[in-house]
């Protein structure tokens, strides 16, 4: 007899979840004069710690010296704030569910390695995307999006079409 465990996690609606977020993008777009977006503070840190592992290189290259002032560290940019904000939410998020843990979710089929290995790659082929395309799904889709941008609605298009003709190929690494 196969022993099943019942999901004990209760989640929130996303209609009423994808609501909040919509009130959040109105917000942040009425208190800082633009839109939400991460990887934009993936890119202030890089440029910190090369500013402090390589100054010179820093100051040299084109495209770090763009970020780099002499009264201003590239950190002190309020989606650095925004980012730790998410992680701290997410830590008390997991707290008052009980979903704090060290797990790795898997389909059967595959190994714990396999999937970390997929996500490891996945997130690094979607961050250098969001530096090319210039925006994540939050800064260049939802932003661009709630201002009627047609970029937003269009790379809102190309991240889900992409990702959904990707899943048929990987999708035995899920199912």
């Given amino acids: 007899m196969k022993v099943t465990e019942k999901n004990r996690h209760i989640y929130w609606n996303p209609y009423f979840g994808g609501f909040l977020l919509g009130l ?3 917000f ?5 004069g633009r839109g939400l977006g991460a990887s934009g503070a993936m ?5 910190a710690v090369v500013e402090q592992v390589a ?3 820093a100051e040299n290259n084109a495209y770090y010296s763009k970020f780099i002032s002499e009264d201003k560290s ?3 940019t309020w989606l650095i704030f925004e980012v730790i904000g998410m992680l701290i939410g997410g830590m008390i998020s997991g707290g008052l569910s009980g979903r704090i843990g060290w797990r790795v979710q898997h389909s059967p089929k595959i190994t714990k390695r396999r999937r970390l ?3 490891l790659g996945g997130g690094m082929l979607f961050g250098i995307g969001a530096q090319i395309g210039r925006g994540c799904t939050s800064g260049a889709a939802l932003s661009g999006m709630s201002v009627l941008s047609v970029g937003g609605f269009l790379i809102t298009i190309t991240i889900f079409g992409t990702g959904y003709l ?3 190929f990987f999708r035995k690494n899920w199912i």
């Fill in 55 to 57: 100054p010179s290189h």
């Fill in 24 to 26: 959040i993008v109105l």
């Fill in 117 to 119: 290995y997929f996500a």
């Fill in 43 to 47: 890119k202030s840190s890089v440029v």
């Fill in 74 to 76: 590239p950190l002190n």
């Fill in 166 to 168: 990707a899943a048929y």
């Fill in 28 to 32: 942040t777009f009425y208190t800082t």
